[in-house]
């Protein structure tokens, strides 16, 4: 099995964390090199895969989440999230400080986490494209 396939088989795992931030480094990314337009495609594309999720009536996902705002700044990114019982949650967060470092979803589980690492996969996939 190969990367890309094991994460998106572990997404609604918390094993995912660690492979997709073992998928960015290994596609040769770096945070510096990542501007503000590749930051609002992977808002997108995560945006994307929730609203394909909540589509589908047999997950049972957040209702109405979706992507609030994007805070950048030279350190990290951060990807926030409002859903039906609450705002500003982190979905995704990439800092730069010795080492990459990248978290999804501290405060969910399951099918919930599954947009946001099916998207940043795709992100990197892109991102890796366009090198």
Request: charge should be neutral; aromatic fraction near 10%; hydrophobic fraction near 35%.
């Amino acid at each position: 099995m190969d990367k890309r396939t094991e994460i998106l088989a572990k997404a609604h795992l918390l094993d995912s964390n660690e492979l997709a931030k073992q998928y960015y480094v290994g596609a040769g990314l770096s945070f510096k090199d990542i501007s503000d337009n590749d930051y609002e495609l992977l808002s997108e594309m995560v945006q994307k895969e929730i609203d394909i999720l909540l589509a589908d009536k047999s997950y049972q996902m957040i209702k109405n989440l979706r992507i609030s705002k994007i805070k950048a700044t030279k350190a990290y990114v951060s990807l926030r999230i409002d859903g039906s019982y609450f705002t500003n949650r982190e979905g995704i967060t990439l800092h730069d400080k010795d080492e990459l470092i990248v978290t999804f979803c501290r405060e969910m589980s399951g099918c919930n986490r599954i947009p946001f690492i099916t998207g940043f996969v795709k992100w990197v996939d892109k991102l890796k494209e366009s090198k």
